[in-house]
């Protein structure tokens, strides 16, 4: 996991704003309002984050960041982990080797088209067209992160793929809680909008958003479908390592860096085998439970304060318009193999 460094007393008043976001959003949990409308603590959390931010000046939101990077980063992974301790294995098992394969095809076909699209119809760089394919078809932005040095992108080209993640993942994470709920039968069982949602969301906290907005019945399977999209970022590095090598020479002449697993997504297998083995005392449930709830809010609150619509006007239209392109398509594939019975 990402190494945790505590906070600078510069650092306590935007530390603060995100516990009170974080506080509002669990409080606003307990309507009436929100239990009508299907709204978590999750979701209002980072609702609450996305409305106290964008009136923040620039200058107070780069302030912010290094508050904001600890509760989207070490707090969110920590969380993620503990939940772990929460998911049976038998819920593992019910996956299947389908679930598995329609993963590996989202990210392949997001990799290949941003490859190809990227240059032919937007005329971006290709590795910077891939960084966009990768944060769409894996893990959000932290795969952009990873994919960074593998392609030897520039930081305006991993801000803007980051930019373009972001925007169309949080309109994923609002939009399929309300196809769910206008729509349940959708894909047949409702049940199957768990394995669409952890297939093509592109981060973890907005499938944990928009899965508990659902129903909370549906995070588990949802989680352990996008966990096994973060499984597979190794082998995806590995590719666009390959990409890098062979395209446009970019790659060639250095080292090639270590691909790991994420560690976290170790630590989260870990978590649900030392659950699995019934090493859990279970006086000690509730609590973990409580803190593991408490911490997952908290990243919410940090992601939803990260997030301004100024995102909009420093990517660009190109890596917008290839991100819905990427963003449609991975959504017909999902939603087509779901349909057809493919999967689920």
Not at 156 to 182: C, E, I, K, Q, S
Not at 200 to 207: G, L
Not at 244 to 273: D, H
């Amino acid at each position: 996991m990402t190494a945790l460094a505590l906070p600078r007393r510069s650092d306590w008043p935007f530390v603060a704003l995100v516990l009170a976001c974080g506080a509002g959003g669990l409080a606003l949990a307990h309507t009436p309002l929100a239990g009508r409308w299907g709204l978590g603590a999750l979701a209002l959390a980072l609702l609450v984050g996305l409305l106290v931010a964008q009136p923040l000046p620039a200058p107070w939101r780069r302030r912010a960041q290094p508050a904001l990077v600890l509760f989207k980063g070490p707090v969110l992974k920590t969380a993620i982990v503990l939940y772990g301790l929460r998911i049976p294995m038998d819920a593992v098992a019910q996956l299947g080797p389908a679930v598995l394969v329609l993963d590996a095809v989202q990210i392949l076909v997001s990799l290949l088209l941003a490859g190809w699209l990227g240059p032919w119809l937007f005329r971006m760089p290709r590795n910077a067209a891939l960084l966009i394919g990768a944060g769409n078809g894996i893990c959000g932005a932290a795969a952009v992160l990873a994919a960074e040095p593998v392609l030897r992108g520039r930081d305006r080209d991993g801000a803007m793929a980051v930019a373009a993640v972001v925007v169309f993942g949080t309109l994923n994470m609002l939009l399929l809680p309300v196809l769910f709920h206008h729509w349940p039968t959708l894909f047949g069982d409702p049940g199957n909008f768990a394995l669409f949602t952890g297939a093509t969301v592109q981060e973890v906290a907005q499938v944990l958003v928009a899965a508990q907005a659902m129903s909370p019945a549906l995070v588990d399977t949802a989680l352990l479908v996008k966990m096994a999209r973060v499984m597979m970022l190794a082998p995806a590095l590995m590719l666009l390592a390959l990409a890098a090598r062979g395209g446009n020479g970019a790659g060639t002449g250095a080292a090639g860096p270590r691909l790991p697993v994420p560690p976290f997504a170790l630590w989260f297998v870990l978590a649900m085998v030392v659950n699995g083995l019934g090493l859990i005392p279970g006086a000690l449930r509730p609590a973990l439970t409580s803190v593991d709830d408490v911490l997952l809010t908290l990243a919410m609150a940090g992601l939803g304060l990260s997030t301004h619509m100024s995102l909009l006007r420093e990517a660009g239209w190109r890596p917008l318009a290839l991100g819905a392109l990427l963003w449609a398509t991975v959504l017909m594939v999902a939603g087509t193999a779901l349909a057809a019975g493919w999967v689920g």
